[in-house]
């Protein structure tokens, strides 16, 4: 069993810089792969980032690819996503999530067995 609680979203303008956090209770986190997953208003919950168990193999939507950075430090149970240079449309509820295993469906929500309950991220222009 696996709680997650993040932490580290708010407002920011175009242009800023956030750094989600998420905390892990459990002592099987370092055996998870762990994905950062948003959902904007009226969308679909869609796929942002994702690391495998030790952080060593990483993935990113084409969305991010060079903004956003996912790191987690086992020994701290936490995962985090670094967010850089921000968009509005990068608006959203962000939630971290874990799984057992990384494999190639790293991107899909419905893998995932552990949601935390999200933390808002509001970009203005």
């Known amino acids: 069993q696996v709680q997650l609680v993040e932490s580290g979203g708010g407002l920011v303008q175009a242009g800023g810089s956030l750094r989600l956090s998420c905390a892990a209770s459990?002592?099987?986190?370092?055996?998870?792969?762990m994905g950062w997953f948003r959902q904007a208003p009226g969308k679909e919950r869609e796929f942002v980032a994702a690391?495998?168990?030790?952080?060593?193999?990483?993935d990113y939507a084409d969305s991010v690819k060079g903004r956003f950075t996912i790191a987690r430090d086992n020994d701290k149970n936490t995962v985090y996503l670094r967010m850089n240079s921000l968009k509005p449309e990068d608006t959203a509820v962000y939630y971290c999530?874990?799984?057992?295993?990384?494999?190639?469906?790293?991107?899909?929500?419905?893998?995932?067995?552990?949601w935390g309950q999200g933390t808002q991220v509001t970009v203005s222009s």
């Open positions: 999530a874990a799984k057992l295993s990384y494999g190639s469906n790293y991107y899909s929500a419905h893998k995932y067995n552990y």
């Open positions: 459990g002592r099987t986190f370092s055996s998870h792969a």
């Open positions: 690391c495998n168990w030790s952080g060593g193999v990483t």
